[in-house]
């Protein structure tokens, strides 16, 4: 099974700040996903991480908030831009590798 | 409109007992369900998926889909503490695990 290393694993950010989280995994995979969990809720599909090419963003995100980058099949990193208190959250990366595999979470306190 | 509705819970039952896990869901394009535990804390881990109607059975847990009904749950025979957790049910339009939609999960409490 994939082994996903996401980091920050926590933090705490001022309002209108910019953080970016990284996703390592141990093998090339093909799909890549970063959701949301807002507290008390479960987990909000963000995007789909496509290598060499932009993401694609579901409905209500948008790459200006949340850019996305992936250079290779085995990174991506997800941006938080401008935050408000809103976007605390836990972040969770996740892989297809013949199951859905989910990262430990960036869980993000925004003030 | 949620896509994927579960009961909040808390879903609380003594230990041995069978707990018994719900979801509806409201997109008849879903062809696969996934039931993933949470413990507090940490990220999400594959219990179970389902792509055809009846019972699927894989040790204490048992997954149960009825697309005429979209209904999906989960059955879990003699319940442990370590059961304890939050049970999210997510569903699929195709056979990959590709983008799923979340349940907002079902808490479940194994009394000793």
């Known amino acids: 099974s994939a082994v996903i290393s996401q980091k920050p694993s926590r933090d705490i950010c001022q309002r209108g700040t910019s953080l970016t989280i990284q996703c390592q995994v141990d093998s090339q995979v093909t799909m890549m996903f970063w959701y949301r969990q807002q507290p008390g809720q479960s987990l909000t599909l963000i995007a789909t991480a496509n290598q060499g090419s932009e993401a694609t963003y579901e409905s209500g995100f948008v790459i200006d908030k949340f850019p996305i980058s992936r250079p290779n099949l085995t990174f991506s990193t997800l941006t938080v831009s401008n935050m408000s208190p809103e976007d605390s959250s836990i972040y969770l990366c996740s892989v297809e590798d013949g199951e859905l595999f989910f990262g430990e979470g960036s869980r993000l306190t925004v003030l | 409109q949620k896509e994927v509705e579960q009961n909040s819970g808390p879903l609380s039952v003594p230990e041995g007992a069978i707990a018994s896990l719900n979801c509806t869901y409201s997109?008849?394009?879903?062809?696969?369900f996934f039931w993933y535990r949470q413990y507090s804390g940490k990220s999400p881990e594959l219990i179970m998926f389902i792509y055809s109607n009846g019972d699927k059975e894989d040790g204490r847990f048992t997954a149960q889909l009825n697309k005429a009904s979209q209904y999906v749950s989960l059955l879990i025979r003699d319940s442990q503490p370590s059961d304890s957790a939050t049970y999210l049910c997510a569903g699929g339009r195709d056979t990959g695990r590709r983008a799923l939609t979340f349940g907002s999960g079902t808490r479940l409490q194994v009394q000793p």
């Open positions: 997109d008849r394009g879903s062809q696969s």
